[in-house]
Structure formats: structure tokens, C-alpha cells
């Protein structure tokens, strides 16, 4: 999994100097834990931060798992649930920004003239294919309501 980095070896570093005039932004945040400072001073206190998230954050993924084959916004809810780990795990940081690249990386060719008009000619043939199939049904089978209207 590349994690930003373009050469070969080169290893991701969380560092906070990072800033620029004063503001971090998105993509140079450093690398590691967003909880507050009196909670990170304490061990206990934010192993249990940590655990807490975690938990939270498998609930959402698992919710979002859940709706993959029932109605709701399954990989919406998933992303959701990374993004919470991402507030405490760094390996969470790292899957988050390499979907983020890949998601834009994709938009980015599904924006290209060329692919536009190839999956426009593709989905046409699959449309035209789909009503010949439903056609040749109709006209074999007819068209059988499930109800009885007649009898009524």
C-alpha cells in the first residue's frame, strides 16, 4: 500500500511541523492520536480513550457492514466508522488517505472525455440488450399480473 510517499523505502513520519502560516492542512496533518492533551498526558486515561474509539468505530463499520445487502448507505457508514479510528489509529490515517487519493483518482478518469463516452456507449448496449431480453419475454410469456382484477 503506497502511503504517500513516491520513492521507494521511504517511510511515512508523523511530525508536527507541518504548518503552514499557522494552520495545518488537511492532507500535511500529522500522523497519530487527536485527543485532547489532558487525555494523552495520562496512560490509563487514553488507553481507555483508545479503547473507546475503537469500539465506536467497529460499531459504525459493523452498522455499515450490516447495510451492504440491506437498504441504508452501507460504504457511506463504513468510511464513517474509518474515519472515527482515524481520530486515535494511525493505520486507520493511512487507509483513510489512500481511499481519499484512490476515490480522486478515479473521479478523476471517470471525468475523462474519452471514458465518458466509452461507458456512455457501454451502458447504452446494455440497455438496448436488457429490452430485447424483455421484449422476447413479453412477447413468449405475455404479461401476467399477479393479481386477479377480473374476479373483483
Do not use: C
Not at 2 to 25: F, I, L, M, P
Not at 53 to 77: K, N, R, T, Y
Not at 95 to 111: F, H, I, N, S, Y
Request: charged share 20%; net charge positive; proline share 4%.
Amino acid at each position: 500500500m503506497n502511503t504517500g510517499s513516491n520513492g521507494v523505502g521511504e517511510v511515512a513520519v508523523a511530525t508536527d511541523e507541518s504548518k503552514v502560516d499557522g494552520v495545518k492542512g488537511d492532507s500535511e496533518q500529522g500522523l497519530g492520536s487527536k485527543a485532547p492533551e489532558f487525555i494523552k498526558a495520562r496512560r490509563a486515561l487514553h488507553l481507555s480513550w483508545q479503547v473507546g474509539v475503537f469500539v465506536i468505530g467497529l460499531a459504525v463499520v459493523v452498522a455499515g457492514i450490516i447495510m451492504l445487502p440491506l437498504p441504508g448507505p452501507g460504504w457511506v457508514v463504513i468510511f464513517g466508522g474509518m474515519a472515527i479510528w482515524a481520530t486515535e489509529f494511525v493505520w486507520a490515517q493511512l487507509v483513510l488517505r489512500w481511499t481519499k487519493r484512490k476515490v480522486t483518482e478515479a473521479a478523476q478518469r471517470a471525468l475523462d472525455p474519452k471514458v465518458r463516452r466509452r461507458n456512455i456507449i457501454l451502458t447504452s448496449i446494455g440497455l438496448v440488450i436488457v429490452g430485447v431480453l424483455v421484449g422476447i419475454y413479453v412477447w413468449k410469456f405475455g404479461v401476467v399480473m399477479p393479481w386477479k382484477i377480473k374476479d373483483q
